[in-house]
Each structure stands twice: as structure tokens, then as C-alpha cells.
């Protein structure tokens, strides 16, 4: 769920796990380039503000990408 009008996307997408106070969750995250992707969307795949079709990284608002380059169309039209 996102709070922001634009979820997260990109063509590569991780799943890595991680302890967070104490228990092991698994997170998704970007690789390469982030795609904002209008909200609300379901999981799987959509199409971002560019027009790239991408993987959604389940969850992740397109306002707290980190650690990766943004789309430099997808920020015009975005925001961010």
C-alpha cells in the first residue's frame, strides 16, 4: 500500500530478507532504474508514468525510493 499517488516499479526487481526488530521479514527492492507507477495498483506488473512496463516492488511508495537512479521522465512527471 502506498500513501503517495505513485507506487514504485522497475524492469529488475530483489527480494532479500532482513532481521528487523528481532524477526526476519522480506523485503522487495528496485534494481537499476525506479518507475513511479500511478496508484492505487495491484501486485505483479504496470505500466509507469513513462510508459515502461514494470514490475511493482510490493508496497514501496515511489517517495521512498533509495540506493537507486529514478527514471528521469518518471521524476518530471512525478515528482521527486
Known sequence: ???????????????????????ARTISRPVGVAHAVPAPTSSGTGNAVCGERVTLVGGLDWQMVWGV????????????
Open 1 to 23: 500500500m502506498t500513501w503517495s499517488r505513485y507506487a514504485a516499479g522497475a524492469t529488475e526487481v530483489v527480494t532479500a530478507e532482513t532481521l528487523c526488530c528481532g524477526e
Open 69 to 80: 537512479t529514478r527514471c528521469p521522465r518518471c521524476r518530471q512527471l512525478a515528482g521527486g
